[in-house]
Every structure is written in structure tokens, then in C-alpha cells.
């Protein structure tokens, strides 16, 4: 399987402010892609598709000595990331000690299939997100909960019942800047196809991978009568178009 190429330059990322206007990302010394850089993207746009589309992120924190990285929900509001868990929570509370972590969102949007097990790939969008995350409290923290909510399911805050005071005090909220950041996708056939395995009478192509929503199937426990609101009946009906790629969006598995 091949990995993220050897020997690639670095291209042209410049740790800097490159627009004034927002819509191009800043980018650091940290955040500089090295394997790959032609697979960056420095449009706010894109980040804002794919932190958008998805919702599970990978919460990477330093747990003494080692690193612990753990699969969490989140939420988006403008250049602000939340997240949340119980207070209990090993990776939330070590998170919660103004130390530096890592949150990455990962879309897969398919196989890559090539003619040489060197050159087989993945096809994704993915997002690294660098910093301290800031505790938050009080409104700051129910607000923040219901961005996460409305994140995953939306139009479920005004459906559901609301966390109490107790439940609240059980939850550690916490808000991640949007500051530091990197965007990074791959799509396209595989790299074989410009080279000399081009004439091995193998298959090559991408298996597309969906994500598909099932119809919602009901509690055992839920009240006779009961029905599925109208807000659920549209999150099934647009999961798909939510994790879509854009189809605009120009391959970069090979150079054309
Ligand atoms: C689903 C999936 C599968 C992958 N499979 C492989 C694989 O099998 N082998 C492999 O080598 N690589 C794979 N990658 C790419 C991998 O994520 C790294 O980009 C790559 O390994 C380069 O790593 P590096 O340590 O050299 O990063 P560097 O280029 O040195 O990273 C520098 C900075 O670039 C940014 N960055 C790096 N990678 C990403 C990323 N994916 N998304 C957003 N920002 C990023 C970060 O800010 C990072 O601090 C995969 C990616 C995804 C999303």
C-alpha cells in the first residue's frame, strides 16, 4: 500500500497570512505539509465543508509521556471547535490542563485501487486542527452544547429535552481555535497510470465509498404514538449530500 510519497518538496506553502480577507488559511511552521504538499488546500472553504460534514474527531492529547488520541463528537461554530465529554473523562481532563492538543477530522471518500500494491491509496479529506483548548462555563458552555448538538443531529436541541444543572456539572465542554490549521485531500485514480505498470492488463480504478443513513428505527421503550419529527426524517434524507465530496473538486491523485 502506498504510503504519502518520498522526497516530495515542499511547494508553495508560506507560513504566512497570505489574504486579508479570511478565506485563505494561515500557515505555520507546524501546519506545512511535507509529504504531498500539492494535496494541501489553504481555502477556508474547504475546511469549513469538511468540519462541517463530518462529526466524530480524533482528540489527540500528551497523557504524561504518551500520546492518547480517542474518537469524540464535535461541533463547529465559525472559527470555533467544541467538544465535549464527562468530566471523568481521561483524555478531556488532561486536555483540560491548558496543554497542547491535536483534533484531526477524517473523511474517506474511497478506495484507490492500482496496479501495483505500491500505489494503492485512499481517497479523503482530512483536517488538523493545533492548539489549547479554552474550558468553557456557563453560557458559554450551553451554548456550545447546543452547537455540538445541532452539529451531529440537527434541530434536536428544540426537540429534546435540555441538560439540567446536574447534568451540565457532569460535562466538561471544551472550545479549540480554528488558528492553527491544516487541509489536506486526495481523489482520483492511482499514480500508475502515467508509469510503465500503465501496460499490466490489471484493474485499476476507486471503489467510492457513501455514507448512507438507514431509516431511523424506534427506541423498544418509546410511547405508543410516537413518531419520527419532520427534523429526523431530514437528516436521513440528507446524510448522503452531507459527506459528498464537491464534485468540482479537480483529482489529485494524478497529474493531468
Ligand atoms: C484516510 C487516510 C489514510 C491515509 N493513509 C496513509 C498511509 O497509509 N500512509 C501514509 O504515509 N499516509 C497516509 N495518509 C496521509 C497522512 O495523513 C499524512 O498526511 C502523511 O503520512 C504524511 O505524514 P507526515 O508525518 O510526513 O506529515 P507532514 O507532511 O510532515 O505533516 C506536517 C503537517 O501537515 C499537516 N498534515 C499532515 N497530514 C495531514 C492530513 N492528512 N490532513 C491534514 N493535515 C495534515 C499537519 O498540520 C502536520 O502537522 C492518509 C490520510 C488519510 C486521511
Given at each position: 500500500m502506498r504510503g504519502d510519497g518520498v522526497g516530495v518538496s515542499a511547494g508553495e506553502q508560506v507560513p504566512t497570512e497570505t489574504r486579508g480577507d479570511g478565506m485563505v488559511l494561515r500557515v505555520t511552521e507546524r501546519t506545512r505539509l511535507r509529504r504531498m504538499p500539492e494535496r494541501v488546500s489553504l481555502e477556508r472553504r474547504d475546511l469549513e465543508e469538511i468540519l462541517d460534514a463530518g462529526f466524530v474527531c480524533h482528540l489527540g492529547v500528551l497523557d504524561?509521556?504518551?500520546?492518547?488520541v480517542l474518537p469524540t463528537v464535535y461541533g463547529r461554530d465559525g472559527d470555533r471547535l467544541y467538544v465535549h465529554g464527562s468530566v471523568a473523562s481521561r483524555s478531556l481532563r488532561t486536555a483540560r490542563a491548558?496543554?497542547?492538543?491535536?483534533?484531526?477530522?477524517?473523511?474517506?471518500?474511497?478506495?484507490?485501487?492500482?496496479?501495483?500494491?505500491?500505489?494503492?491509496?485512499?481517497?479523503?479529506?482530512?483536517?488538523v486542527v493545533l492548539g489549547v483548548p479554552?474550558?468553557?462555563?456557563?453560557e458559554e458552555k450551553v451554548a456550545a452544547l447546543r452547537v455540538l448538538t445541532e452539529h451531529v443531529v440537527h434541530g434536536q436541541w428544540d426537540y429534546a429535552r435540555r441538560p439540567t444543572r446536574q447534568e451540565l456539572a457532569q460535562t466538561t465542554v471544551l472550545a479549540l481555535d480554528l488558528g492553527e490549521?491544516?487541509?489536506k485531500m486526495?481523489?482520483?485514480?492511482?499514480?500508475?497510470?502515467?508509469?510503465?505498470?500503465?501496460a499490466l492488463?490489471?484493474?485499476?480504478?476507486?471503489?467510492?465509498?457513501?455514507?448512507?443513513?438507514?431509516?431511523?428505527?424506534?427506541?423498544?421503550?418509546?410511547?405508543?404514538?410516537?413518531?419520527?419529527?419532520?427534523?429526523?426524517e431530514s437528516v436521513v434524507a440528507g446524510m448522503s449530500a452531507r459527506f459528498a465530496p464537491r464534485p468540482s473538486r479537480p483529482a489529485s491523485g494524478r497529474a493531468r
Open positions: 504524561g509521556d504518551a500520546p492518547l491548558e496543554r497542547p492538543v491535536c483534533v484531526t477530522v477524517t473523511l474517506v471518500d474511497g478506495i484507490v485501487v492500482a496496479r501495483s500494491v505500491f500505489e494503492h491509496s485512499v481517497n479523503y479529506r482530512s483536517v479554552e474550558v468553557l462555563e456557563g490549521v491544516s487541509v486526495r481523489s482520483g485514480p492511482s499514480e500508475d497510470g502515467d508509469g510503465p505498470d500503465a492488463p490489471v484493474w485499476a480504478g476507486e471503489i467510492p465509498l457513501r455514507v448512507v443513513a438507514s431509516p431511523p428505527v424506534a427506541d423498544p421503550a418509546l410511547l405508543p404514538g410516537v413518531a419520527v419529527p419532520a427534523h429526523l
